[in-house]
């Protein structure tokens, strides 16, 4: 299985910024991609942003040129750094992580727990 612990949420004003950390343990074959969703109330759940192991990245227009999303394959950890925060950011962040548990397995999405972001305006 496959233990993602997020980190770095919390309250900040419109315009400023924050830095998500989501570090994966346990005991898996290999992490094919990594990234972060968020969910606002009464939303559904939405990408945020993606990096694959060979560092390729993916960012959901809303938050291009604002968000950028890095990785430290060794550590097994994704960073999402945050900047010019709108009150439209504000929701729960999970980090996700696409890995395989054995090398014939199929690679199955694993979940964090969540951490909130809530941008004041």
């Known amino acids: 299985q496959v233990q993602l612990v997020e980190s770095g949420g919390g309250l900040v004003q419109a315009g400023g910024s924050l830095r998500l950390s989501c570090a994966a343990s346990?005991?898996?074959?290999?992490?094919?991609?990594m990234g972060w969703y968020r969910q606002a109330p009464g939303k559904q759940r939405e990408l945020v942003a993606t990096i694959s192991s060979d560092g390729s990245t993916n960012y959901v227009d809303s938050v291009k040129g604002r968000f950028t999303i890095s990785g430290d394959n060794a550590k097994n950890t994704v960073y999402l750094q945050m900047s010019s925060l709108k009150p439209e950011d504000t929701a729960v962040y999970y980090c996700?992580?696409?890995?395989?548990?054995?090398?014939?397995?199929?690679?199955?999405?694993?979940w964090g727990q969540g951490t909130q972001v809530t941008v004041s305006s």
């Open positions: 996700n992580a696409n890995a395989k548990l054995g090398s014939i397995w199929v690679p199955r999405d694993f």
């Open positions: 346990g005991s898996f074959f290999s992490i094919d991609h």
